[in-house]
Each structure stands twice: as structure tokens, then as C-alpha cells.
């Protein structure tokens, strides 16, 4: 096989289930308005009610908890997204697509991708259209804040999909995606300084906190949006380490997939 052959042989699977993605997501309306809609109640509901009653360390004077809590947002918003484009693996089950691509002459590397690509393609995007919000809360974007922003949110979403899909391949079941969801995702965003700063946390948890690799995505979106405000990122991991370690952590939920999808056959999956 040529090495043209071979290239097409990987790449169009990929691109085919990632497309896959895109079609099934935007037929599905109800998914937008849940990925998009829900971070955006969260914030307005309580960036409104806390106000400047909280003081934010990262926040220029003047701004309350609606400015803090929008980095915070734009995660969740990545988080359901990659929630939302999980529970396909789930479905594709149910109804034999998933079987068909295993036992079709299809990459484990190309399936793997192609899903995660769609997933991370759909919260991009919905990560964008939040960010255009930021002049509303004061928050002045460049065009080199925005290019940090799209990197560092393409990996943080690549990163949450490839978890997303390690959790959901090997369950049968919506209704325990979602408890997994919420007894270890959510808890996930909670503890990354999304919500609250580490400062005004107990030890433990700051410790918690500096361990979860979604904090480094949280402080990296921070360093974006706050890019020519230097001192309202002070005190906090470099621009640098914070996109490591999102790379990493991007890397390593794309390699724990790609090793559960290489170990399951169908038979597994039936």
C-alpha cells in the first residue's frame, strides 16, 4: 500500500466520523441550548446573585464575581459540551453503529480520533461564542488573547472529550453517564478554581486543586482573557506551565482512550 493509500485509509474514517459529529449535533437543537444555555443561567444567575459582594484576586478593581466567574463558565461550557458528545459512544451502541465501525476495516487510532475531534470541534465553537460575551463583564480581548484562547481551549476541550469517552465506552447506559457525571466531572470543574480562587479554600483542598489538571486549563484561560492585565493573574502558574500541563492532559486522555478502545472487541461491546 502506498504511502498516499495508507494516509487516506487513515484519514477519511477519522474525518468521516467527525463530520458525523458535526451533522448529528446541529440536528439536534436541544443539544445546543443544553450545552450553550445551561453555563450561561449558571453564570448569569450566580455571577448576578454573589455580584461584588465577592472580591475577586484575579480581577482588575471594580469587578465582582460575574468577571471571576467568566473564565469558570467558559470551562463548563467546554465540560458539557464534551458531556453531551460522550454519550453518543453510548447510543451508537444501542443501535449497532459502534459494532459496524469495530468490525469494518477501521483504525482503533482513527475511530478514537474522529470521535474526539468532533467533540472538541462542537465545544470550540460553543466555547468561542461564550467568549464573545467577555465586553460585557469589562474583559478586553486582543487578537493575540484570542489566539491563546483558541489553543488553550482546543486542548482543554480535546482533553475533557478523551475523558468523556473513556468514561462512556465501556457503559451501557445514559442514566450512568450521567451519575458518573456528576459524582466525578462536576466535582472536577468545582475543584479547578472555576467557582471559587484557591486562596479562600482549606488546605487540602488547595492541594486538591493544584493536583487537578482542569485548574491549569482554568489559570490558562485566565492568562487569555487577563493577557495585556499581567498583575490579575499574579500569584498564579505561568502562561507557559499552565499550557503544558493542558497539553499533557490532553495527550494522556487521548492515549487512555485509544489503549481501552485497542483492549475492547466486540464482543465487549454487545
Not at 464534551?82 to 453503529?97: H, L, V
Not at 491563546?148 to 468523556?164: E, K, P, S
Amino acid at each position: 500500500m502506498s504511502t498516499k493509500a495508507e494516509t487516506n485509509y487513515f484519514l477519511l474514517p477519522a474525518f468521516t466520523l467527525w463530520w458525523r459529529e458535526m451533522v448529528r449535533f446541529f440536528r439536534q437543537r436541544d443539544r445546543v441550548m443544553g450545552a450553550l444555555g445551561t453555563p450561561l443561567v449558571f453564570w448569569l444567575l450566580l455571577g448576578s446573585g454573589l455580584g461584588k459582594s465577592f472580591s475577586a484576586p484575579v480581577a482588575p478593581e471594580g469587578h465582582g464575581y460575574l468577571e471571576y466567574f467568566f473564565g469558570g463558565t467558559i470551562v463548563l461550557v467546554l465540560l458539557f459540551t464534551a458531556i453531551f458528545s460522550t454519550i453518543s459512544i453510548i447510543e451508537d451502541r444501542r443501535e449497532g453503529f459502534l459494532q459496524a465501525v469495530l468490525v469494518a476495516p477501521v483504525g482503533r487510532f482513527a475511530l478514537v480520533l474522529g470521535k474526539i475531534l468532533g467533540g472538541t470541534t462542537l465545544a470550540l465553537i460553543q466555547g468561542l461564542v461564550f467568549v464573545l460575551l467577555a465586553p460585557l463583564v469589562g474583559i478586553s480581548l486582543s487578537v493575540e488573547s484570542v489566539i491563546w484562547l483558541v489553543v488553550v481551549m482546543f486542548l482543554l476541550a480535546f482533553a475533557l472529550t478523551g475523558l468523556g469517552f473513556l468514561l462512556a465506552w465501556r457503559m451501557d447506559s445514559t442514566q450512568g453517564f450521567h451519575a458518573i457525571m456528576n459524582l466525578f466531572l462536576i466535582p472536577l470543574w468545582l475543584l479547578s478554581g472555576a467557582v471559587f480562587p484557591p486562596s479562600g479554600a482549606p488546605a487540602f483542598m488547595r492541594w486538591i486543586m493544584m493536583c487537578n489538571p482542569v485548574s491549569y486549563g482554568v489559570i490558562a484561560i485566565r492568562h487569555g482573557l487577563y493577557w495585556n492585565v499581567p498583575q490579575a493573574t499574579a500569584g498564579m502558574p505561568s502562561r507557559e506551565l499552565s499550557l503544558v500541563v493542558t497539553a499533557v492532559f490532553a495527550a494522556a486522555m487521548f492515549l487512555l482512550s485509544l489503549k481501552a478502545a485497542q483492549r475492547t472487541t466486540r464482543g465487549d461491546l454487545q
